[in-house]
Every structure is written in C-alpha cells, then in structure tokens.
C-alpha cells in the first residue's frame, strides 16, 4: 500500500512537472514504460528542447533527433540505446537508471517516472541557464565600497521579478514600492500552489534583537566553517600530492593535474549560504532521512562499498600501555671491577588484552 501511494505521488509530482513545462497534453504517458509510444515521444520532446538549449555537448545533426521514438520492431531497442547514452551525457545522479545494464534499468516499473523527474528537472535548470545572459546584470550600480554585494543582490532581484513575471523596474523606484508589489504578485501565487509545500522552517516572527542574534549565529558558522573547509582543502591538496610520488607518475604527471586542477580551482573555502538561504528554507528540509535507506543508497552505492581493507602492520603509537621501569638489585662482583650495589632499571611491556 505504501508503494503504491508514494508511486502515486511521484506520478502527479512528475504530471505537475511536465505541465509547468508546457507538455501537459499527454498525462496518461507518463505512468507508462518505454514500450509505450507515447512514453517514447515524451522523452524525444524533452531530449529535443534540451538539445535546442544547448544542454548537450554532442549537438545533433541539422534534422537527427536526439531519441529515436518511432513505432517499429526495434524501435525500443533503439530508443534504450539512445537514452543510455544521453543519461550518461547529462551526468544523470540517479546510478539505477545510468548503471551497468541501463536497458534493464529503464525497463522497471517506477523507472519511467524517475526517468522524467530528471529530464523535466535537466530542462528547468536548462531554461534558467538560458535566461542568465538576457537579464540586464543591474538597474543601479553602487560604486564604491560594496559594490560586488550590490550588484549581487540586484541581480538577485532581476531573477526573482524574471521568474515571477513581472516588469523591470524604472530607475528611481522606490525599494518600498518594489517590495509592495513584489508580496502582492507572491499573495496571489501561493493559492495555487499545494497546502503543505510552502511551510516555512523558521516559523517565529523576527524583530530587530532577533535579526541581530541570527545574523550574529550566521557569521559564526560561517567562520566556523571555513575553518573546516581550510583543513579538508589542506587534506585533499596531501592527499593528491601524494599520488605524484610513484614512479608512474612520471609518465602520467601531467594527466593527473589536467584533471585535479580544474576541479580543485573551483572548491574555495569560503561558504555560499546566508541568511536568505534560512528564510527560503521549507519545512520539509528538516526530515531527517537515514543514509542507509534503500532511497539514498540509490545515489551513493558503488562498487568501492565492497572493497575489504586487509590486514595492516601494527604501528604502535599506545604510550599507555607500557609500564615504568621497575628497579632491580645486583651484587658487587668479585673483581673489584663492578659497579656499587644499586638499583637498575629494568621496563616490562604490558600484555595486551
């Protein structure tokens, strides 16, 4: 029963998708596997805006479509080949669908609702990206002393008036005028939108003290944070040196660092949440989800997780468990040559439990 009710739920959260998209004409395709023809020509029509948006970097030929969706013997044999290769060009998270048998993968029941939960999501995040480079970066310029903060948090503003549709302001605009309209347009959205979906996770009412001590607490996690994000940084840097040691990193020294050095540019210290990211924040972030569900498992098994370390020499480093030296007596010896009665010491190794 609880499979059944949460497929459900991924169904109409999936049809929600595909409507906001504009590809509400075919709600009954999307419950259905890629036998069905109709299932296959949804995901064509994804696949083909997303290559239209520049999503893929193999762009097709003038005329090919990206999935074959037709209708004969081996079309689907087809269409499986080819969609295994577009999860793999997407960088598709979900290793189900993108693992070893991909074709198997997509013929599960519940792998044609996933398999468009990423599509829909791949061409939302695609749609943004395209707006970025039409969005005028900002009406006002704040010279000076903060200026980058400015200029972020109005083309903060310029996305958020974009994605709710309404127009850009005119210079000289009120900021209180601006927030007016700004909650009126968001008053007249929320109806539309689910009961529970909207929860805020920080439900208390914020006065001038409050904001004062959340913007206290945010800038100590912050510090705190790129403390430890200096260390792992400092770690990862070792760990990665420590490669170049090998005599085969000789031959393949400057293979390494075209790979390591693109991605180790990009991981900065410094953290990217802030106080709006706590206001956005919904209640659903706070459900605490085990890592060893079978939903997370999902996303993070993989063939290391079965690898056994065998057994490593003992290094000792365990100061307590030796014991200090006891003394022990020993005679004169009779040639007059021996050291005077006294004590020596003598250490004993404790046994181990």
Request: contains cysteine; aromatic residues 4%; glycine residues 10%.
């Amino acid at each position: 029963m609880e499979g059944a009710e949460a497929g459900a739920r991924e169904g109409a959260a999936v049809a929600r998708d595909l409507l906001a998209l504009g590809y509400g004409g075919c709600p009954g395709a999307a419950s259905r596997g890629t036998s069905c023809p109709d299932f296959r020509a949804l995901c064509g029509r994804l696949a083909a805006e997303l290559a239209a948006l520049g999503a893929l970097e193999q762009q097709p030929e003038e005329g090919a479509e990206v999935l074959n969706a037709g209708d004969g013997p081996d079309a689907e044999e087809e269409f499986l080949r080819q969609m295994a290769g577009l999860l793999r060009e997407l960088h598709c998270p979900d290793r189900a669908l993108c693992g070893g048998d991909c074709a198997a993968a997509l013929r599960e029941p519940d792998a044609g609702l996933r398999l468009l939960r990423f599509l829909c999501s791949e061409l939302q995040a695609a749609r943004l990206l395209r707006l970025y480079p039409s969005l005028d970066p900002s009406p006002v310029s704040s010279p000076g002393e903060g200026a980058e903060e400015g200029a972020g948090m109005v083309w903060e503003l310029s996305l958020t008036l974009q994605a709710l549709g309404l127009p850009r302001p005119t210079p000289g605009t009120p900021a209180s005028q601006l927030l007016q309209e700004l909650h009126a347009k968001i008053s007249e959205l929320l109806p539309s939108l689910p009961s529970e979906s909207m929860q805020p996770l920080l439900s208390h009412a914020l006065d001038a003290p409050r904001w004062e001590a959340l913007a206290s607490l945010s800038q100590s996690l912050r510090d705190q944070y790129c403390s430890r994000r200096c260390l792992l940084l400092k770690r990862l840097d070792l760990t990665t040196s420590a490669f170049h040691w090998s005599d085969r990193a000789e031959a393949q020294g400057e293979a390494m660092k075209a790979v390591l050095i693109p991605i180790r540019e990009v991981l900065t210290p410094e953290s990217d949440v802030s106080i709006a990211h706590v206001l956005a924040a919904r209640a659903d972030l706070s459900r605490l989800i085990p890592a060893t569900s079978v939903a997370a498992r999902r996303g993070t098994c993989c063939a290391i997780n079965k690898v056994l370390m065998g057994n490593v020499p003992d290094r000792g480093g365990r100061p307590n468990e030796l014991e200090a030296p006891m003394p022990t007596w020993r005679d004169r010896r009779d040639d007059g040559g021996g050291q005077k009665p006294g004590c020596q010491y003598r250490g004993r190794r404790k046994k181990k439990k």
